[in-house]
């Protein structure tokens, strides 16, 4: 007879609870292993796609750049251009005149405004005595100098030189002054600083034979040259200057007599109101509410004044901000001009244009030049951006050449050209970043110069 089988014992509850949780513990490994998958994966895929991106970028980037060379390069070499063909027009209408013009020898009236300019005043004041022209008059307006202007000038005792004195209260104001004691209808404006060679009063004069002609600039050379700075400002002076305005002067819409030396019939002065004092660049704001008056302005070249320079990199920069922000607002000022006819219309269209693009665009634009050309040498086998940079720089040179040479100067500061060229890249660029925010902030910008 056979035992009956005893029922097995049930599991331990240790036992029991291990094989429950076997299964769940399987399939959170497997789903862990899963997602740690995925995520590698996902981040593969992401790096990946982040490097093409970033790929994408540089491309854009580059592509941006290598437009910007270009449109750099562009204009800058067809402001070269320009130039130079404006120049040379300009010189064959000097060498091939039109017919005889009628000799100018009314009396003219030399006026200087001087402030504190004791250790000038006496050079200028005796070389416009030495004159070749037969009946000039000189007046001396002091500006409330303190350091005995007014008296050296009285002492010399020179025959036909005036001395008016008046509270200190600006250049315009001085001018104004010098405008009322003149006695002549031709008057010359010259700086307390500048001296002038003996024929240049009679070449300035001689331009108003044409009826037409309300203003005349004169040609302003750098007086040092002795040291870099003087020599890189004459540089400057004979490519960015002189050139500039022959080109101008062809094109009918020449924007700026300096204040060193410039000729104006007393009618034109009175007419507009006198010197404007609105804007810091007086001369430049001058000469084009002279030009929207309907008078035309020539640049004479062979009536030469020699003008001191900044003499510090300090002093350059306060200089050159003063010029660009003065003809910033000036430009603000007289933009309506571009709706114009005559001459005014001229320099709306031609004039304004030219001067935001040279004066502030390129320079904004330029050190583009430097940074593709040496990221060329260090990053890219090919020297494409170099040939770019080394073929600007020859452009500007034989420019620079052209110019010197129909000044009738030395080539031998062109060895400077390179080095100028770097520096005055980036100052100017600082310059006009600084312009342009001091345009626009509430209380420096042109925008509270008002329009006319």
């Given at each position: ?50 490097v ?80 070749a ?128 030396l ?14 404007p ?11 084009m ?12 070249p ?6 001191p ?38 320099l ?9 693009l ?95």
């Amino acid at each position: 007879m056979s035992r009956p089988v005893a029922p097995p014992d049930p599991p331990a509850r240790g036992t029991l609870l291990s094989a429950g949780l076997v299964v769940p513990l399987s399939g959170l490994v497997v789903l862990l292993a899963w997602l740690t998958e995925q995520h590698v994966d996902a981040v593969a895929a992401f790096d990946g796609t982040a490097v093409r991106w970033a790929r994408v970028g540089a491309g854009g980037a580059t592509a941006v750049l290598e437009l910007l060379l270009g449109l750099v390069l562009l204009l800058g070499i067809g402001r070269l251009v320009a130039q130079s063909i404006g120049a040379h027009v300009h010189a064959r209408r000097r060498w091939q005149p039109r017919g005889p013009r009628p000799v100018i020898d009314a009396p003219v009236s030399v006026i200087v405004p001087a402030y504190n300019e004791v250790a000038t005043i006496g050079a200028t004041v005796r070389s416009l005595v030495a004159s070749a022209y037969p009946a000039v008059e000189v007046i001396v307006v002091d500006d409330g100098s303190t350091d005995g202007t007014a008296e050296l000038v009285a002492r010399m005792r020179l025959r036909g030189v005036r001395v008016v004195r008046q509270a200190h209260a600006g250049r315009p104001a001085a001018l104004d002054t010098g405008v009322r004691a003149a006695r002549t209808e031709l008057l010359v404006l010259v700086e307390g600083d500048t001296v002038v060679e003996a024929d240049t009063v009679l070449r300035l004069v001689q331009r108003f034979a044409d009826p037409t002609v309300g203003a005349v600039c004169g040609n302003t050379r750098v007086a040092d040259r002795r040291r870099l700075l003087g020599r890189w400002q004459h540089l400057e002076y004979a490519l960015g200057r002189n050139l500039d305005r022959r080109m101008y002067d062809v094109l009918g819409c020449l924007p700026t007599v300096p204040g060193a030396l410039g000729a104006y019939r007393r009618q034109v002065l009175v007419a507009v109101g006198g010197v404007p004092v609105d804007t810091p660049a007086e001369a430049t704001d001058l000469t084009m509410t002279v030009l929207r008056a309907g008078w035309r302005v020539e640049y004479e070249p062979d009536a030469i004044a020699w003008t001191p320079v900044p003499a510090t990199p300090g002093g350059l920069w306060r200089q050159r901000y003063r010029h660009s922000h003065g003809i910033l607002r000036a430009i603000w000022k007289h933009r309506y001009a571009v709706r114009e006819s005559g001459p005014g219309g001229r320099l709306g269209r031609r004039a304004l244009p030219s001067l935001l693009l040279c004066r502030f665009l390129l320079p904004l634009a330029a050190p583009v030049v430097d940074v593709l050309a040496l990221s060329a040498l260090l990053h890219r086998p090919g020297v494409g951006y170099l040939l770019a940079w080394v073929g600007l720089l020859l452009a500007q040179t034989l420019t620079a050449g052209y110019a010197l040479w129909l000044d009738g100067e030395r080539l031998r500061p062109l060895w400077h050209l390179p080095a100028q060229q770097l520096v005055y890249r980036y100052l100017m660029c600082l310059v006009v970043v600084r312009s342009l925010a001091a345009a626009l902030t509430v209380r420096k910008g042109p925008l509270l110069t008002h329009s006319v």
